[in-house]
């Protein structure tokens, strides 16, 4: 069965990654963004293969530390679209919808760390231990880490180390 594996949400997340990278023309001009360029084309291209990478990454039985990492990014995303919204009046609408759309992925993922919709670490793999690693680093991702590590030992479920593995 799909979801008890994989995130539901980043089936989804596939398909409009590969929609802006096989009809970008498309998506734009269901933006009513105006005529396509090839800047915009390409701007959509590389954001359909970010997010395919970020379905392909985060949807497989995601620890808690990579799907705060993909909320991370997600969160990031739309407000570099929101400053394209506020600095270049042509591509305004095209920016808002993109914001909208990547706070709505970080939304969905914040909602899931939450509500504890994480499957439980089976066994540690590079991918877990490099968004671990990532989100001491980024500014902010202590603190998404930290509230979900509260979250979950309030709840009484378990300490956060047990929770999430031995911190480093």
Do not use: F
Request: charged fraction near 25%; proline fraction near 5%.
């Amino acid at each position: 069965m799909l979801s008890g594996r994989y995130r539901p949400a980043e089936i989804v997340r596939a398909g409009w990654g590969t929609a802006l990278l096989v009809a970008p023309d498309r998506v734009l001009d269901a933006t009513r963004s105006g005529p396509a360029d090839s800047t915009s084309r390409g701007v959509a291209r590389v954001l359909g293969a970010r997010h395919l990478v970020q379905a392909v990454l985060s949807g497989l039985r995601p620890d808690r530390d990579v799907l705060a990492l993909g909320v991370w990014v997600d969160a990031v995303h739309a407000l570099t679209a929101s400053l394209l919204a506020v600095g270049d009046r042509r591509r305004a609408r095209v920016g808002c919808t993109d914001a909208a759309i990547a706070a709505g992925w970080a939304v969905t993922g914040y909602r899931d760390l939450r509500r504890g919709r994480v499957p439980p670490r089976e066994h540690q793999r590079l991918r877990d231990g490099l968004a671990a690693l990532l989100l001491r680093h980024v500014p902010g991702g202590r603190l998404i880490r930290d509230q979900q590590r509260l979250r979950t030992s309030s709840a009484g479920s378990a300490s956060p180390t047990a929770a999430g593995g031995a911190e480093s």
